[in-house]
């Protein structure tokens, strides 16, 4: 994907709908493959997987649905996991249900970060963590993180001895307009999917973005080429 130009949220949105809707790929499988090639720029910042710690921190949406798939990778690679989820287990729906409920069967660590004495009890994860991987909020963020969601970022970023790898976008920055809330999460490695966002561009995104790769997920190269590919 090299020559395509970097694209809107609502572009990204159209070509994942067009994908599911039209060409009839499974949502699932688009997040399966999200999560499995995140899961894999994981790994190649651990030098020994077996002797590390991972903690995926995950809402509600989609974007903690590709850290529950990140979990299951992870884990299957001998890497010790934990998932912290900072919603309601019933707020997860579809895709991200489907994930949830898979970890949660294979008896992977999960943890509930929604309030303040669940978050604090879990800092110690977090600070012993070689990676922490940032599966919060997605391309569909704008405005202000709100609680828990803001806490959560900042545990993240107070976390400083782990390494960050954002999920799609670093939970807090606009992926249009490159603009970070505060708190944003600071990300040493950003795992895109389908293309760059246009707001990646933007100086006030790249401290939040560290390196940036993107990820093919599966969607059709027809379907890129539309916008320049």
Do not use: W
């Amino acid at each position: 994907m090299s020559n395509q130009p970097s694209l809107s949220r609502d572009q990204v949105r159209e070509i994942d709908r067009t994908a599911i809707e039209q060409i009839g790929i499974p949502g699932v499988a688009l997040m399966e493959n999200a999560g499995r090639h995140t899961a894999q720029a994981t790994l190649e910042l651990l030098p020994d997987p077996a002797a590390a710690r991972v903690a995926i921190v995950c809402g509600s949406g989609n974007n903690g649905g590709d850290g529950f798939v990140i979990a299951r990778h992870l884990h299957n690679a001998g890497v010790s996991v934990a998932i912290l989820v900072a919603c309601e287990p019933d707020r997860i729906t579809g895709d991200a249900r489907i994930n949830y409920d898979i970890v949660e069967r294979m008896s992977l660590p999960i943890h509930a970060i929604r309030t303040a004495d669940q978050l604090a009890a879990q800092r110690v994860v977090l600070h012993e963590a070689d990676v922490i991987v940032d599966a919060l909020l997605g391309t569909g963020f704008a405005g202000e993180p709100r609680p828990p969601l803001d806490a959560a970022i900042e545990a993240i970023n107070a976390a400083s001895q782990a390494k960050v790898v954002a999920v799609d976008v670093p939970s807090g920055l606009n992926c249009d307009t490159g603009r970070p809330s505060r708190p944003c999460v600071r990300a040493d490695l950003t795992v895109t999917f389908v293309a760059r966002k246009i707001g990646f561009d933007e100086p006030a995104a790249r401290e939040h973005l560290g390196r940036v790769v993107v990820a093919d997920i599966g969607v059709p190269a027809e379907l890129l080429s539309r916008y320049g590919r």
